[in-house]
């Protein structure tokens, strides 16, 4: 039982890494209509901006990670201007090809910055490890789930009950409307490009310690952040949440109880599985098309 309490809590940290890129993926795609596949690579920018201000700056832990995180916001804007906004009045289709684009430059830059050869993250605390009883649990994995809580909190207190979370509901329902309404649409869009960068750029810094940071290291959790959004129900920001939950818990005890090296594999039979039995995902809404 300890042991599996222990797996459970692993699992849990790293379906949180995949729910805070899912939470991107959303917010995106419900302020923009449009699917930034680029999610996965800003998660690797953020890794490497900890790199940089942790390892090679030599700053305190506390203030790399607040430098990182503005680094982020600076990230998104320049992001969304490059990216997004120059093909806004398009249909959904260049946007995405854009947002491809853009990954793949961001991959390429970083290995030509950073080099090929995986880098080491150290841990943010002296501390590994802490006794919880007869647990023996990670503090990397403890300090995940509390950052991305902090994140689940601000969305629901800040984002969607504030007037500026209103703003951006409106924004995402229906941008005419809003822009009618005096409602800044370019600024609503923008600070959601920000804030989902923050977002990925907290899990690649969160997730460095745990793997190595590479200029790869965004497709993977990409894929499964994807997976997750789908599988909570693709638009709806509690399914991102719970999608990743889910993905992660399911991948550690495949891993842990029945075969190591399909572990990468099981976030996606889990995917085809809701596809055959609930495609519209655990919280979504069963749709249907008039012709």
Do not use: W
């Amino acid at each position: 039982m300890a042991n599996f309490l222990q797996l459970m809590i692993s699992g849990l940290g790293i379906g949180a890494i995949y729910a805070l890129v899912a939470l991107g993926f959303v917010l995106i795609y419900r302020a923009a209509n449009v699917v930034n596949f680029a999610q996965g690579q800003i998660a690797m920018v953020g890794a490497y901006m900890m790199t940089v201000t942790l390892v090679d700056l030599h700053l305190n832990m506390i203030i790399a990670f607040l430098l990182a995180l503005a680094g982020m916001a600076v990230f998104g804007i320049f992001f969304e201007l490059g990216v997004y906004y120059p093909l806004r009045n398009q249909s959904f289709l260049p946007v995405i090809i854009s947002t491809i684009a853009a990954s793949i430059l961001l991959q390429n830059l970083a290995q030509d910055l950073f080099g090929a050869t995986p880098s080491s993250l150290p841990s943010l605390f002296s501390a590994q490890t802490i006794n919880i009883g007869s647990l023996v649990v990670s503090v990397q994995y403890l300090a995940i789930l509390g950052v991305t809580a902090v994140f689940v909190a601000f969305q629901y207190l800040v984002l969607d009950r504030s007037l500026l979370g209103k703003k951006m509901e409106a924004t995402a329902q229906d941008k005419e409307t809003a822009r009618l309404l005096g409602i800044p649409v370019a600024v609503m869009i923008a600070l959601t490009f920000v804030y989902a960068s923050i977002l990925g750029g907290a899990a690649g810094i969160l997730v460095g310690p745990i793997f190595y940071v590479s200029p790869s290291m965004g497709t993977s959790i990409a894929l499964k952040a994807f997976a997750a959004s789908i599988i909570g129900g693709f638009g709806n920001t509690v399914g991102a949440i719970i999608g990743g939950l889910c993905i992660g818990v399911v991948e550690t005890l495949g891993a842990a109880y029945i075969s190591t090296p399909y572990k990468d594999a099981y976030a996606f039979i889990l995917l085809i599985l809701f596809l055959f039995l609930r495609p519209q995902g655990i919280f979504g809404e069963k749709t249907a098309e008039k012709a």
